[in-house]
């Protein structure tokens, strides 16, 4: 080191490594070439509401040949508002007991072409659904949304493995946000073949090289949030899968040929769990022991079964553990379990009475979801029964079955809706009855509009300087007592009072909420809410002479407003029915003047009436309202706005009185 040459020479070396290692570093960095050429695909303009665009959703699905299934997703978003920044998330599922996340990385390209990479580190690994004790269904997770604005694309890649329980596949092409490239391939071993279904859209059909299969839709406009629509995946583009060898090995309860198949597959593992021990039939004979009819009983032992507490322990899920429920003399004596563990334990229950029931397999949240064209038990998410009933037990949830007989169908979970009643969010669905040779795919009923009817009487004083104060006395029935009696039982006596003072003060501006009762009624099939109220300015008094006011002094709390004057999607209208009376009794001095013509309107849909009377110095004012379930395409759109709208101005048509 004596030569003072050598030392810039070694310096120089030194920096040459430093800059090569700088130059490995940020090359593990680099996004990948799929989403620099994502980022560059021109992107049309879109309304300024649409907060992103996805410029590539690529699913590649690849079944070994010892068994696993390995998936490689890539995805791209390109950010369109500040609202978008919330989709820079990247989020991979998996099962403990049966899958892994093998690698997940996410990376950012700002509008200046610079780029930040998410490796593990930022990954945060988090439970699937919250509500559960313990669940084998895990996310893992990278949040970039803190760290993106307009303009920035965010992309990532995932390679997870798991274990096929079934060979089925289901590819929605998008969600709400609009799509430039969506595909989804699948590569299977030699002898293999697939076939699809395609709903939502005309039929999509792959290309097909040898055993590898792609499905592919480009340039999807988005589908803009709408009242009254569908849910996404009823109108978005999707496909299910259905794959197997060609000789028809190794496919034994991993595909189904039809519903029967799947019925006696789902009973094998619903029926051996149906125990009728001791201690379950002595809870039976507990439960029942002042039941006078088949009917007492079966409400008896479902309001037990409804009111055991709700844990879900999922264990082996990915080996088909997530369909079998547990023992019904285990969950009779641990006192809680899931939709499956609740339908299977009041099946023990009956069947110790000697009343026969079956679990029913549905889908919970959109009752038009399940179709029948494909035959999987993958369309299912929730657990009901249906109780074989005789003759003399009447309901509006009753179904004729063509092998099985008359069946009451309830829902042993739900602890707002008692027997003889259904959630509006489960009627009209296709279902699966597991019942062996007998069992398979069943509409579930839907009840009538009156069954779920809202009856109000409202009794009001009026005086001369326009206050009001009085009574609303409301009786709801069905499904209308179900959404009162979970609003009264979910929240805290002062938020029910905050949560009523606002639907009060809504109709009559400045109202104070002076008394409150609300409770079930008999049999938990009602609900009442009793309230005493004032408002001091509810009328106008207008040049000393005149006394306006509305008629409607509280408005349904299931208000529709169609405004829009154009609609993309379809209309869903649920079941409804109100009927609601007024009396006002005028003050002294006053005559009335003008009074609005009464309303009828009528269509395939609904129905509503406003009507006015006058009697000494009252003022009766009667509406009433039926709505039926339906799905009205877009071609009535202008229908329903006129229908709604209609409603709406009758709403809000004054009396006007006069001073004498």
């Known amino acids: ?20 290692s700088l130059s490995v570093h940020a090359g593990d960095d680099t996004p990948p070439a799929w989403l620099g050429q994502a980022r560059s695909s021109p992107v049309p303009t879109y309304d300024k509401d649409v907060p992103a665009v996805v410029l590539l959703d690529d699913e ?74 313990y669940n084998e269904g895990r996310i893992k997770v990278i949040d970039a949304s803190e760290d993106v604005d307009v303009g920035y694309v965010f992309g990532y890649s995932v390679i997870s493995e798991d274990q096929p329980l079934f060979y089925q596949d289901v590819w929605n092409f998008q969600g709400r946000l609009p799509a430039l490239s969506s595909r989804y391939s699948l590569n299977l071993p030699p002898g293999w073949k697939a076939t699809s279904l ?61 519903w029967a198949d799947v019925s006696r597959w789902a009973a094998s593992l619903y029926d051996p769990q149906v125990i009728v021990d001791d201690n379950v039939a002595g809870k039976a004979r507990e439960l029942t022991a002042n039941a006078q009819t088949e009917l007492d009983k079966i409400r008896a032992i479902g309001k037990y079964v409804q009111n055991l507490q709700y844990i879900s322990i999922d264990i082996g899920v990915g080996y088909g553990n997530g369909y079998k429920p547990r023992s019904s003399a285990l969950v009779l004596s641990r006192g809680y379990g899931d939709c499956k563990d609740k339908a299977n334990l009041m099946r023990a229950l009956l069947k110790a009475l000697k009343i026969e029931a079956y679990p029913i397999a549905i889908f919970s949240g959109d009752p038009t979801l399940v179709r029948e064209q494909w035959v999987s038990p993958r369309q299912f998410n929730h657990c009901i029964v249906a109780v074989k009933v005789g003759e003399s037990t009447k309901g509006p949830t009753i179904i004729d079955h063509e092998k099985l007989g008359r069946l009451l169908i309830f829902d042993a979970t739900d602890p707002h809706t008692p027997v003889g009643d259904l959630p509006e969010y489960l009627q009209g669905s296709l279902a699966l009855i597991i019942a062996g040779d007998s069992g398979g795919l069943s509409r579930m009923p839907i009840t009538p509009p009156n069954t779920d009817l809202l009856e109000r009487t409202v009794d009001v004083e009026l005086t001369a300087v326009g206050e009001i104060k009085g009574t609303i006395r409301e ?16 929240i805290s006596a002062a938020d029910y009072r905050k949560a009523i003072e606002g639907w009060l003060t809504n109709g009559a501006t400045g109202a104070k909420l002076e008394n409150i009762l609300a409770k079930d009624g008999p049999d938990e099939s009602t609900f009442d809410l009793d309230i005493s109220f004032s408002a001091a300015r509810y009328g106008q008094l207008m040049q000393n002479r005149l006394l306006v006011f509305k008629p409607v002094i509280v408005g349904r709390r299931d208000e529709v407003y169609l405004t829009e004057s154009k609609r993309t999607n379809p209309i869903e209208i649920g079941s409804s ?66 229908f709604f709208t209609k409603i709406r101005e009758a709403d809000q048509s004054p009396i006007v009185l006069i001073r004498k």
């Not at 070694?10 to 920096?15: A, E, K, V, W």
């Not at 990385?105 to 439970?127: E, F, L, Q």
């Not at 003008?594 to 269509?603: D, F």
């Not at 509406?623 to 039926?628: I, Q």
């Open 1 to 20: 080191m004596n030569n003072p040459q050598a030392l810039p020479k070694i310096f120089f070396i030194l920096f040459t490594f430093f800059l090569m």
């Open 60 to 133: 590649q699905v690849t079944l070994n040949q010892d068994g696993k299934l390995v998936t490689s997703d890539n995805y791209a978003v390109k950010l369109l508002t500040r609202e978008g920044r919330k989709f820079a998330v990247a989020r991979a599922y998996y099962l403990v007991s049966s899958g892994k996340v093998k690698d997940i990385d996410a990376w950012i390209i700002r509008s200046d072409g610079t780029t930040k990479h998410y490796d593990k580190k930022s990954v945060v690994d988090i439970i699937a659904d919250q509500d559960d004790v």
């Open 198 to 258: 395609t709903f939502n859209a005309p039929e999509v059909k792959p290309q097909i090289n040898g055993s590898s299969y792609t499905w592919q839709l480009q340039n999807l406009a988005p589908i803009p949030p709408e009242p009254l629509s569908p849910v996404v995946s009823n109108i978005s583009p999707r496909i299910t899968i259905n794959y197997a060898p060609e000789n028809g090995g190794q496919s034994i309860n991993r595909a189904f040929a039809n």
């Open 475 to 490: 009786r709801a029935r069905g499904q209308a007592s179900t959404f009162f009696r979970q609003e009264f039982r979910s």
């Open 577 to 642: 029915a109100m009927k609601e009376t007024t009396t006002f009794t005028l003050p002294a001095g006053f005559t009335l003047d003008e009074m609005p013509v009464a309303t009828n309107l009528e269509n395939s849909f609904g129905k509503y009436s406003t009507k006015y009377e006058v009697k000494e110095n009252k003022v009766l004012f009667t509406r009433e309202m039926t709505l039926t379930r339906s799905v009205l395409p877009v071609e009535k759109y202008s229908m329903a706005k006129e």
